[in-house]
C-alpha cells in the first residue's frame, strides 16, 4: 500500500511539474514573480547628499529597519537615519511570503507576535497607509500524537498570554477547512488571529509614520564604510558611516543588512554569524472553493499552505537547501530560477493535504535569498566587538511577523542599553566569539536548523552538526565510559551516562544532502530519538535516576569544564567588583560568593560566583598579578554573554582593570554528595573539615601533587567541592578521584541530574527561572544584594524603586502528585484564573514528586503580595488537563540547607512517584 501510495504521489508531482513545462514551451510563461504589488517599479531620486550628523543610522530598508526606525520615533529618537542601496523592501522583505502566526514555543516570541498581530491591524488607522493585513486564521496539522501534544503545549502558553485557540478534531478541521484530506491526521490547532501581511504596505506605513516625526529615509544610497576609533580605555566604537553620497557622523550603527549583514559587519570588524540560502514557493492557479480558508502548516511535512486570493502559495524547509556561496552586492529586488529538483521535496505533502491541487497549474514561482543562524534565531543587540554596533538580521524567513516585536524590543536596547523583554535567545552574545566566525560551525548549524526548522521541539533535543568544536580535556575519558553529550555555547558538556553502550557524537553527514553518506550506525543519534517526547524517557527513568540518587547518597562527579572562567585584577578590580556584582564582595580573602549581575533596570544578567584571591604563581589556577583579584566562574551556556556584559559595564565607568578568559586553560570537576569528603580528605593535605574549609570558600591546594583550586560551593544542595585544575593536570586529577570515589558507590553524572538536583533543592537556573526580564527581589534573591550597605552597585536605584513599590510578580514553587512531566510553558491557575506559566519544571527524585518554577502575578493589581501567593488553590495545566498543585514557599528538600554545610542527619529514601489520577484533576 505504502509503495502504491508512494507512486500516486510522484505521478502526482510529475504532473504538476509538467503542466509548468507544457506552459512554458508553448510560449507561455511560468513567471518569476511575487503574487502582489511591490515597490519595483516606484520611482525614486538618486540622493545628492546625506546629513552630516544622526543620533542613529539603520543600514538596510526590509522589515527588521523598518520597525526599528518606527520604534525609534516612537521613543522620542527622531534623529535617525536609514540607508537603503536600492528601495525599500528591496533584499529579502519583497519577496516574502508574508505568513504570520501567533503561537511560538516561547512565551517571549508568543509575547512579541500578539504584539505583531496588534500593530498590523492598528497600524492603516494611524497613517492611512492599507498595510495588506489579512486575518484569515491558521492551521496546525497534526499526523501524530507527539505532534498534538506540541500543539497542545502552544495553545496553552498562548491562553496565558490572552491568545485563543482551539483544539480541532479530524472532523472539525475537514469542517473549517473542506478541501482538505484530514484521513490521516490526529487532529490540528487552530489560531483565528494568524494571517497574512504585505510586505510593501507595512514597510511603507512604518516609514510614513517615522518620516512623519522627523526621521530620514535615504534610497539609492549604498554604505561603503563603517568608521571606528580606539578611545583612551582601548575600547573600539563606531563613530562614522561613509555613502556614496558623504559622510554621516554618528554613534550608533544598527546592522538591518539581511543577507548582506556580514560584509557590512566586516567594514567595522564585526563577525555576523549566519548564511544565505535560497528559500522557495510556488504560487498556484485558481483553486475553486478555496477563498478564505485559513493559510496552513503541515509540519510533518514540511509544508506550509498560504491562502493567496482563490489560489495558494506553496512552500516549506527542505532537506537540501541551496546556498548561495557568493552573495552579490547589487542583487535587488531579484529571484533566482526555481530548482525543481530541490522543491519537489514539498509536492507529496502539499497534494495529500489538499487533493485538488493535482489538478492545478502553477502560476508563478518565488525563489529568493534569504538569511539563516545557527539556532534558527535572529542576531540583535550590541555587537561584543565595536560599541555601538548593533545587529537586526538572520531573521530566518520569519522577518515579517517577528519585525514588529523585535524591531520594538531592538528600539529599546539602543535607546535604553537593553530590551524590556528577555532576548537572550536573539542577543549576538548567545554565540562564543570563538565559533561566530568558523564558517564550518556557521553553515552545519544553519543548515540542521534550515531541515529541522518544522520539527518538533522537545524539550531535550541537541543538534547533531557543528558538534566537537570545543571540547574540555576530559572529554576522550568521559566519552569512552559512555557519556551522551549536550553541546552549549560550542562546548560539549556532559549530559547524563549511558550503562549499554558507547554514544559518541559522530561528524555531521547533512541528513544525507549533498551526496554526504548517512551513518548507518550512529548511536548517539538513536540515543537522541529515544528522549524525542513529553514523557518521561528512557534515560530519564534509568540512568538519570540513579545519577541523582547517587549523589544524594554517595557521591557523583561531575565535569563542569564548560563553565567560563574569569579573573578580574588591576588597580580598580575592587570597585569594578563592586559595580558589577550585586551581592557584597567586601568580603576576607578565600571567600565565594554567589551573586547576580544586573542591568540598569534591575533585571538578572546572569548569578555566577565570584572569589576573592591573592596573587599566584602564574598558574592558569593561581594567576600572579598585583593587589587584590577576583576569580569568577560563570555558566557555561552565558559565558560570552557574561564576558560581554563585564566588559560593557568596566569600559562604561572606565575602571582601571583588567579582565582575563582562562576558560579552556582549566577543566573543573566538581565531586557532591554526603560521601565527597571522604572521597578527597585522603588524597590532599588541607584539612576539609568544616571549620577548616567552610562552606563558600575556596583555597589552592594540592591532590596528589596536583595543583587546583578549589571551592566549597553546590548547584545540587550536597557538601561538596568543586576542582579548578590547568588542564595539563586535569585527566590525572579525574582519575584519581574517581578510583577512590568508585569504591563509595560514587558515579559520573551530568548535567541532566544537575538540572533535576537544583530544581529539587529550588536553586534558579539563568535564563530558566531568572533572566533579564525578572528582578531579584521577585527571584526570591534579595539576599544577592547589598542594600544594606551603602555601596553603589548597576541596577541597584531600580531594585530599590521595586522594594518601594511592591512585587510585580513572585516567583513560585509548585509540585503535582500525579506522575506527570513538568516541562515548562505549563499554565499556573490560582482560584480558576491564569496567574502565570512555569518557567522550569523536572522531577525531584528524592521527594518522588515532578516540581515546577514559575512566576504568580496577581491579575487584578500590580503588586502581587505575599498574601496573594499564599492564598488560594492552584493548578498547573499540562497538555490540557490541569492538576492539583501545591505551594511551596520554601524548598521541598532540606530547606533549612543542612546539607550543604556538612550536617547529615537523616538519610535520603528515594519517594516512588506518584499515579495519575483523575479524581484529583479536572
Known sequence: MLQTRHKLVSSMWQCFRNKAQIRQSSGEVVESAVPYDSLKDKKVETPTSVPKEADVVIIGGGSIGCNTLYHLTKLGINNVVMLEKDQLTAGTTWHTAGLVWSLRPTDVEVEMLKYAVDLMQDLEAETGVNTGWINNGGLFIANNQKRLQEYMRLSTIGRVYGVESFILSPEETKQLYPLMNVSDIYGSLYSPRDGVIDPAGICTALTRAATKAGAKVISKCAVTGINTKIDEFGTKRVTGVDTTVGHIKTNCVVNCGGVWAPSLGAMAGVKVPLVAMHHAYIVTE???????????????????????????????????????????????????????????????????????????????????????????KPLMGESPEVRGFYLGCGFNSSGMMMGPGCGRELAKWVAHGRPDLDLFSYDIRRFSQKLSGNQQWIKERSHEAYAKNYSIVFPHDEPLAGR???????????????????????????????????????????????????HEVNTYKDALLADHTFNFSEPHETAIRNECLTCRTSAAIFDMSYFGKFYLCGPDAQAAADWIFSNDMRKPIGSTVYTCMLNKAGGIEGDLTVSKILPGSDTACDPSFEGTGFYIAAGGAAAQHTWSHMKTAIQDQGFDCTLLDH???????????????????????????????????????????????????????????????????????????????????????????????????????????????DSPLEAGLAFTCKLKTSIPFLGRQAVEERKAKGMRKRLACFSINEHVPLLGLEAIWRNGRIVGHVRRGDFAFAVGKSIAYGYVKNPDDAVTSLDFLKTGEYELESMGRRYAAQLHIKSLFDPTNQRVQGIYEEDIIPKEPGLASATDSH
Open 468 to 518: 566537537g568544536m570545543r571540547k574540555s580535556v576530559l572529554h576522550q575519558v568521559l566519552e569512552d565510559q559512555g557519556c551522551f553529550f549536550q553541546e552549549r555555547h560550542g562546548y560539549e558538556r556532559p549530559g547524563w551516562f549511558s550503562t549499554k553502550l558507547a554514544v559518541p557524537v559522530l561528524p555531521y553527514d547533512y541528513f544525507g544532502a549533498y551526496n554526504v553518506p548517512v
Open 663 to 773: 576558560t579552556d586553560d582549566m577543566a573543573m570537576i566538581s565531586v557532591q554528595g554526603p560521601l565527597s569528603r571522604d572521597i578527597l580528605q585522603p588524597l590532599c593535605e588541607t584539612d576539609l573539615s568544616n571549620e577548616a574549609f567552610p562552606f563558600s570558600t575556596n583555597k589552592v591546594m594540592h591532590i596528589m601533587g596536583c595543583k587546583v583550586r578549589a571551592m566549597r560551593v553546590s548547584f545540587v544542595g550536597e557538601l561538596g567541592w568543586e576542582l579548578h585544575v590547568p588542564n595539563n593536570m586535569a585527566v590525572v586529577v579525574y582519575q584519581t578521584v574517581m578510583n577512590r570515589a568508585m569504591a563509595f558507590g560514587a558515579c559520573n553524572a551530568g548535567y541532566r541530574a544537575i538540572d533535576a538536583l537544583s530544581t529539587e533543592k529550588g536553586y534558579r537556573h539563568w535564563h530558566g527561572d531568572i533572566r533579564a526580564d
Open 286 to 376: 485558481r483553486i475553486p472553493g478555496i477563498n478564505n480558508m485559513p493559510n496552513v502548516r503541515d509540519h510533518d511535512a514540511s509544508v506550509y499552505l498560504k491562502l493567496q486570493g482563490d489560489a495558494l502559495c506553496v512552500g516549506g524547509y527542505e532537506k537540501d537547501p541551496v546556498f548561495w556561496n557568493e552573495v552579490k552586492r547589487d542583487f535587488a529586488f531579484s529571484l533566482f530560477d526555481l530548482d525543481w529538483d530541490v522543491f519537489s521535496a514539498h509536492i507529496e505533502g502539499a497534494v495529500n493535504r489538499v487533493p485538488a491541487l493535482v489538478d492545478t497549474g502553477v502560476k508563478s514561482t518565488v525563489c529568493g535569498p534569504e538569511s539563516f543562524t545557527a539556532d534558527h
